[in-house]
């Protein structure tokens, strides 16, 4: 059963929770986020980011970079930028895109649930994204940015939750990119009490995004557990920092594709290799893709729409029979020799929050021929997860983002 517990954020004081807030730090490269920061100086994003504080010889990853960022952090509650709250809480946390919310629940999650597959992973990490995090959580000894983590809803815990957000909010603001962010403080002790009750009840979590934050606050986890002579197992480091959203209200957008060029076909070859397994038909407009099996293809500017032909859609398998499964397995690697999407060079790969206009510019500029995906269900990741198997790289865009620096949450060494 899940464990999750209130705790005492560290969190902008309320009239800079704006200025504060800021994207999650692996959505931006190095430029864009010196940029971002230049923008704003209050921006979280320079504690997350600490690199941008130097010259663009430096390397991101040396140790002064770690302890500038702890020294930002420390300033920034000594001047009251960020406080400390004084009650132990979770936190209701709405995110508003174009008219649609979802609601989550802050709060700190058990790391014994990660290692045991109470908390479900359906994504692969990679060594060196985990080393950055485990750096900056280890100077810092604080976990900056949540993990979103989803589970089936459950009645008795959204009740609870429609409670809480009819008092007054804690913050409420519009951030430049239009997401609106609503805060709650669930201090009351016997709404707390039953939230904790409710989720011992759910036999499983799953993470929706930041497998690599996730891994890196348990991997920090142990080894404070190691290194600490009178480990008791209530040590906050045996926590990590999330936000649990019921299933029925997220949203997943598609994850595009991009590709250099057609691996030495011509057109017609190339659509002669496609018409071995999806039904190719030329589009008069540019389409999004309506239905499971329906790829929405752009080259030399025109549209398509890929329809997987119907053996495909028979595959009865839980990681193969995704659209991005079939893409690669019956497109992009044996057509455009793309055989490892993760490491492949002539290959990109574009959120659906930039729009299908952004695949026509790359597919016109830098890349050949662009795919728009029919995005991925959360009962999809759910069978992934359930069956202990992974997902293929950007499989899932989940919009909106959730902001860093609105909640912190501190770990004794």
């Not at 001047?79 to 979770?90: E, G, S």
């Not at 990679?126 to 000894?141: G, M, N, P, T, Y």
């Not at 997902?391 to 501190?410: N, V």
Request: charged fraction near 35%; proline fraction near 4%.
């Amino acid at each position: 059963m899940a464990t999750i517990k209130p705790f005492k954020a560290v969190r902008p004081a309320q009239d800079k929770a704006a200025r504060v807030a800021a994207l999650p730090y692996d959505v931006y490269n190095r430029e864009e986020a010196k940029q971002e920061i230049q923008k704003e100086k209050l921006t979280f994003l320079k504690i997350d980011r600490p690199e941008t504080q130097f010259p663009d010889d430096m390397d991101m990853y040396d140790p002064k970079v770690y302890q500038k960022a702890k020294e930002m952090y420390e300033e920034a509650k000594t001047d009251q930028t960020l406080i400390q709250d004084q009650d132990i809480c979770f936190y209701i946390y709405r995110l508003t895109m174009d008219g649609r919310a979802q609601t989550g629940i802050v709060a700190c999650a058990l790391v014994d649930d990660y290692l045991n597959n109470v908390i479900k992973k359906h994504e692969n990490t990679r060594e060196e994204k985990e080393q950055d995090r485990i750096c900056h959580v280890d100077a810092l000894s604080a976990q900056t940015g949540p993990i979103f983590l989803a589970y089936r809803s459950k009645k008795e815990i959204n009740d609870i939750v429609n409670e809480v957000m009819k008092t007054e909010p804690l913050y409420d603001f519009t951030a430049s990119d239009g997401i609106q962010h609503t805060v709650w403080k669930m201090a009351q002790k016997d709404e707390v009490e039953k939230i904790e009750q409710a989720f011992d009840g759910i036999g499983e979590i799953y993470i929706a995004d930041g497998h690599h934050r996730a891994a890196s606050a348990v991997k920090v986890s142990l080894k404070r557990r190691e290194a600490k002579k009178d480990y008791t197992g209530k040590e906050e480091f045996n926590y990590f920092l999330s936000v649990l959203f019921p299933d029925d209200q997220l949203y997943i957008m598609d994850y595009n594709r991009s590709v250099k060029d057609l691996n030495g076909w011509t057109k017609e070859e190339f659509f002669e290799q496609i018409q071995k397994s999806f039904i190719l038909t030329a589009l008069d407009h540019m389409q999004k893709p309506e239905k499971k099996g329906q790829i929405a293809m752009y080259l030399e500017k025109e549209w398509y729409l890929l329809e997987a032909k119907e053996e495909l859609l028979q595959i009865d398998d839980t990681v193969r029979s995704l659209d991005v499964s079939l893409l690669q397995e019956y497109l992009l690697e044996p057509v455009l020799g793309i055989k490892d999407p993760r490491t492949d060079a002539r290959i990109d790969f574009i959120g659906g929050i930039r729009g299908m206009e952004e695949l026509e510019r790359r597919a016109d500029s830098d890349m050949k021929v662009s795919f728009a995906m029919y995005p991925t269900s959360i009962g999809e990741l759910f069978a992934v997860a359930d069956a202990k198997r992974l997902m293929p790289p950007k499989s899932t865009w989940f919009e909106p983002k959730l902001r860093s620096g609105l909640f912190i949450h501190e770990i004794e060494r």
